[in-house]
């Protein structure tokens, strides 16, 4: 696996930018706020908030709420890295992400896998942290979840086998058991980006 990169110039080695993708029901954001708390206080690792056009109320993961119209003037502004459209929200990484990895540290974010080219054409070094679960248990886990209907539920599970990242740099994380296992493996590539990019 290579986790390390230099700059352009031969300087300081740049951080390792690590996309975090996989399907509804795969447990992304649970794995990512398990690495966040087991690596809490360690440095060098960087989990940043997704600016997200949904109320702050809404539920599930701790997100910059905006309105559209703010978002669009955000994104007008320059201060979003990265962003996409998904399920009738707008979600974005912030502008201060680019210092992060100029700095030497990781970076975490869940993403969608349509900005995975992107993101491989403008950053590097870069790792595809794809999280994945048998149609079983993601079945169960987006219907345990009461949000989506019947139809909708058997689109996501059909998008996740035909819309699986590939490339060298895709590190499969099968979260299909107790999650404590999923968040220790993510936890160790985490780790081995520190160590190869010192």
């Known amino acids: 696996m290579n986790a390390g990169g230099r700059d352009g110039g031969g300087g300081a080695r740049r951080g390792t930018f690590v996309l ?27 989990f940043p908030r997704r600016y997200i056009t949904r109320a702050a109320a809404a539920g599930g993961e701790a997100h910059v709420a905006l309105t559209p119209e703010v978002f669009a003037h955000r994104r007008e502004a320059g201060d979003f890295l990265l962003e996409w459209h998904a399920h009738g929200l707008d979600y974005a990484l912030p502008q201060a992400i680019a210092a992060e990895l100029a700095a030497g540290r990781t970076v975490i974010a869940n993403v969608s896998r349509s900005v995975i080219e992107a993101a491989r054409a403008r ?57 404590a296992r999923a968040v220790e493996a993510f936890v160790a590539l985490l780790r081995h980006t520190r160590r190869t990019n010192p």
């Open 20 to 46: 975090v993708v996989g399907p509804s029901g795969a447990g992304k954001d649970s794995i990512i706020e398990g690495a966040r708390a087991a690596l809490e206080g360690k440095g060098g690792f960087v």
């Open 123 to 179: 950053f590097q070094p870069l790792i595809v942290a794809a999280v994945t679960a048998p149609d079983t248990v993601l079945s169960a886990r987006i219907r345990a979840r009461g949000r989506e209907a019947a139809g909708d539920v058997a689109a996501r599970l059909e998008r996740a086998r035909t819309d699986r990242p590939s490339g060298a740099d895709v590190i499969t994380i099968v979260n299909d058991g107790p999650l």
